[in-house]
Nanobody
Framework: QVQLVESGGGLVQAGGSLRLSCSAS????????MAWYRQAPGKQRELVAT???????NYADSVKDRFTISRDNAKNTVYLQMNSLKPEDTAVYYC??????????????WGQGTQVTVSS
């Protein structure tokens, strides 16, 4: 069974930085897209950044030039480096991955979420 485990959340002052990590474990044939989403209180979950198997990245406009997504394929891990954090970045951040456990079985997986709180 595949699991995504996140780490790295916490409390930081505005202008500070945090680095989130998400590692996939279990029976994994290959990983397609790995991504980060976030959900603030009272708001819908939104896409923050994606990293495809072809090494393409994409960012929400609100985080461009501040956040960087990266991926270590050997470790099945995706990272989110968050700089110049703002109070509006406060949310629960979720890791997401489209994983093939076998060549014929593809599923969408979610991590448990990690809280990021940015104080003003």
């Amino acid at each position: 069974q595949v699991q995504l485990v996140e780490s790295g959340g916490g409390l930081v002052q505005a202008g500070g930085s945090l680095r989130l990590s998400c590692s996939a474990s279990g029976i994994i044939f290959s990983i397609n897209v790995m991504a980060w989403y976030r959900q603030a209180p009272g708001k819908q979950r939104e896409l923050v950044a994606t990293f495809t198997s072809g090494s393409s990245t994409n960012y929400a406009d609100s985080v461009k030039d501040r956040f960087t997504i990266s991926r270590d394929n050997a470790k099945n891990t995706v990272y989110l480096q968050m700089n110049s954090l703002k109070p509006e970045d406060t949310a629960v951040y979720y890791c997401n991955a489209i994983i093939m456990a076998t060549p014929w079985a593809t599923r969408n997986y979610w991590g448990q979420g990690t809280q990021v709180t940015v104080s003003s």
